[in-house]
Every structure is written in structure tokens, then in C-alpha cells.
């Protein structure tokens, strides 16, 4: 033990060590440099004692917007030795548009360049910004893909991280994940139809379900690493019980379903956001849903049971009315939300908590109803207010906050 550190029992220093690793919070966006956990590496450096102590600190709770190059370590036997304390992992995607730190530069040589500003011809004057943005995205779905077939051969999920309970992907930086809307979007442009990022998924369901894990939850939902668009229990060589979890922003898109196994949706739009054209996208969803499954052999046995929890203090009926209208999406029990409002109101109104509730209760049954309808099965729809969404069991998170200021509209019932 080094003269400089005051002479205080082993014991103590073990309870006094782990207030050195960090812990972002879930959608905190923190500098990137607060995933590397600076200071407790270097506390781990400080002498054999703290190493015993600060190793499995650094390994029982992961965090990396690296998984590639986690899992290229992870081939190496004493490395995948220390993985087999890991508990929970949260996977973040890789920073994109921005310059890199002296530290990325320092750590991954001059590979690294090729991804930013200073060397890349894609990032020279005139090229479109969106169109570096797909190309970074490419760039990642290829290194992911990679990754997982290396994973894959090595077992999977289960054999790397033997002990791990809680996997999350994109909590961190959910909120800053646009490139990966544009990397879909221009896809849906080009016309094609399996996306990558489809194909990507179906590899990473496979590396997770060879595990024990008991908890997933996913953000970022045009990206790679996701739950596949449709899944059927009865379907799968490799039953997985762990609950899935899916936090969507209020631009809804691309909502995985699970059929045979419990799937919860739940919202990350703040308080103030209008919910009517939250409710009208999440209608639309379900509603394609509910298609395709019957399009689909065999899908028939497995019964949908989904947790939806998605409200907001604000709804314009007008645009709610506007939304719904179109004649696909004209089922009539997605009328309810309107019931005691004018349809013409163009005013974003306040809803109070048992309003929320009210309209909740709904949508619960229209939904449940389409689905029914659809598979002659007897599925569960609950669909449950913001206000009473349970703690994340993957990444912590529970009812959405408030971001910027709640400005009250007077509630006006018409």
C-alpha cells in the first residue's frame, strides 16, 4: 500500500472504492468519456489491493458504446474470464458527426480517422450531412454484424456472459440517435425492403436468447441491435422467458411485437407533448400489426399479450380527428378518445391524470378488440397512463419527465 493513502482496513476500502465508478443516468446523454469509468480504472492501479477491489467493480456492471470491440476481446479466454462476473451490460451505438477525443485517438490508432471529418472524402464541402450520417450507420451495421458472428461462434449471450441478468440498448443516448432515422429512412427510399438493420437483429435475437438473461429493453428502434419485427414462441428452437421492454419516443416507428411471450411499449414523450398524434401513430402501428400477423403461417397459436403504457397532459382534437380519419385506420372504437371533446377544436388542451385514465380505458378495449377480431385468439391489450409506468427493470428508467417548461393550456371540454 502506497505511504500516500491513510492506513485504513481492507474491509473499508471496499465499501469507500465502488462510490468511484460511474453510473450514467438513462437518457442523461453525458460526455462520452463518462462510459470509460477514468477514475476507477486508475484507482485500480493504485495498488494490489484496490485491484482486487476495483476488477470486479469495473466488470460486474458494463458499459460500452463499443460492443464490437467488446466482444473481439471476449474471444480471448482471460478476458472472457472476467465477463463471467458481469451482471448487467448497456449497450450504446458509436457517435456519429462529432470529432473525435484525444482518447478514441490515443486507443484506436489511425483507423479511427476514417470515420471522422479530417480524413474523410465523404465529409468534404458539398457532401450532403445526411448522407454521412448513413454512411457511419453502414459503416456500424457492418462492425455489428461482424461481432455478432464472432459472439455467435463463441456461444452466445450465454457462454460470454454466463451471470447476466439485465441487458439495455441505446439508454443513454436514445435521445440522440437521429442518424439512424435518416440511415432507415434513406433505406425505405432505395426501395429495399429486408434492411440491414433487420437482418442485424435477427443475429443479435439469437446471440440473447442463448442466454439467461431476465430483462431487455431497447431504444433507438430504427437501429441494429433490437427485438425482431415479429416474433412467434412457438416458433423459436431457443424459448427465452425474459420480458422485453420497449421505450419509443413520440415519433412512433417500427414497433416490435412478440407473440406467445409479454412485450411492454412504453413512451418516453414528455408531459406536454400532444398525445394525439402519439395515440394516432401507435394506432397506426398496431393496426399493421395486426395485419401482417394473420399474413403469417402458423401465427394463429400464440396469443399476443401487450403492456402499453402511453399518455400525455396535452391532446388537440382536431388533429387527433384529422389522424384518424383516413379510411384504413377508421375502426370505430379508435373514435373514443374524442368522446366529450368538439372534433373541430384546434386548441392543444390540458388533460388531467383521470381524463388520461378515461381515455385510456378506450383504447385498451378497441385495440384488444382488433387484435381478437384479427386472430380469433383471446389476446391481452392493456394499454395504462405514463403516470403508472413501472421502474425498467433493464435500465432503470420509469415515468417520463418533464423536459423544458410545462406551459398549462386551460382544459376545456367543449
Known sequence: ????????????????????????????????????????????????????????????????????????????????????????LRIEYSAKGQDPSYWNLL?????????????DPELEEGIDTDDVLVRACEREIKALMAALVVGNKLGGLGKIFPKLESLSISSIYGRENAAWAHYDLSKQMEMMFIRDTNQCGDNFARFVNTGNLRNLCV?????????????????????????????????????????GTPIRWVSDAPPTADWAPIITSLLEQVTAIA?????????????????????????TPCAYKDRISYTEYDIPGFQGPLLGFDPTDEACLFLPEEEQERICRGLS??????????????????????????????????????????????????
Open 291 to 315: 395485419d401482417h400477423r394473420q399474413e403469417i403461417q402458423g401465427a394463429r397459436r400464440d396469443v399476443a399479450k401487450i403492456d402499453i403504457y402511453c399518455s400525455t397532459n396535452r391532446f
Open 365 to 414: 378495449s378497441a385495440v384488444q378488440e382488433l387484435f381478437r377480431g384479427r386472430s380469433g385468439l383471446q389476446d391481452i391489450v392493456n394499454w395504462y397512463p405514463s403516470s403508472q409506468t413501472p421502474t425498467c427493470l433493464a435500465c432503470g428508467s420509469g415515468v417520463p419527465v418533464l423536459r423544458g417548461e410545462d406551459t398549462r393550456v386551460d382544459y376545456d371540454r367543449g
Open 1 to 88: 500500500m502506497s505511504s500516500n493513502l491513510p492506513e485504513l482496513p481492507d474491509e473499508v476500502w471496499a465499501q469507500i472504492l465502488p462510490f468511484v465508478k460511474e453510473y450514467p443516468e438513462t437518457l442523461s446523454c453525458p460526455p462520452r468519456n463518462a462510459l470509460r469509468n477514468g477514475a476507477l480504472i486508475r484507482a485500480a492501479q493504485v495498488s494490489k489491493l484496490w485491484y482486487h477491489i476495483c476488477k470486479p467493480l469495473l466488470f460486474t456492471h458494463i458499459v460500452t458504446e463499443n460492443f464490437p470491440f467488446l466482444i473481439s476481446k471476449a474471444a480471448q479466454a482471460p478476458f472472457r474470464a472476467c465477463l463471467a462476473t458481469t451482471k448487467t
Open 219 to 259: 431504444r433507438s428502434l430504427e437501429a441494429p441491435l433490437n427485438i425482431p419485427a415479429m416474433t412467434f414462441a412457438s416458433n423459436s428452437s431457443t424459448p427465452s422467458t425474459y420480458t422485453r421492454v420497449v421505450h419509443f419516443p413520440a415519433a412512433v416507428a417500427h414497433l416490435p411485437s412478440c407473440f
Open 107 to 119: 486507443h484506436t490508432g489511425g483507423a479511427i480517422w476514417n470515420r471522422y471529418r479530417m480524413v
